[in-house]
């Protein structure tokens, strides 16, 4: 069982920036063997992608994001990060956090979920 908990989550204004961090509770040695993604759901709406990174640090970003964020990755503190940049009201909703290990059960697992808020 993997553990994910996200931070950095909250009211930003349009055009601002946000960074969001997730860290895993498995072991340094496992946590490398995981690929992790952030998804979004907005209300009303179905989940979606907003970025993914491997477990060999290939990055993948939805295209509603593309050009406006970053993923990336630590290792050594379990985290997975998500810098977010010039904002918009339509990038409020609530981000999850998932970490999947392919090469073992290919179980994906999910963080609670935090609200990012863009006010207009």
């Known amino acids: 069982q993997v553990q994910l908990v996200e931070s950095g989550g909250g009211l930003v204004q349009t055009g601002g920036s946000l960074r969001l961090s997730c860290t895993a509770s498995?072991?340094?040695?496992?946590?490398?063997?995981?690929?992790m993604a952030w998804h979004r759901q907005a209300p009303g709406k179905q989940r979606e992608l907003v970025a993914v990174?491997?477990?060999?640090?290939?990055?993948k970003y939805g295209d509603s994001v593309r050009g406006r964020t970053n993923i990336s990755r630590d290792n050594v503190k379990k985290s997975v990060y998500l810098q977010m940049n010039s904002l918009k009201p339509e990038d409020t909703a609530v981000y999850y956090c998932s970490a999947v290990n392919r090469l073992d059960s290919g179980e994906t697992y999910w963080g609670q979920g935090i609200q990012v808020t863009v006010s207009s």
């Open positions: 990174i491997t477990r060999s640090s290939a990055t």
């Open positions: 498995v072991s340094i040695m496992r946590f490398p063997l995981y690929d």
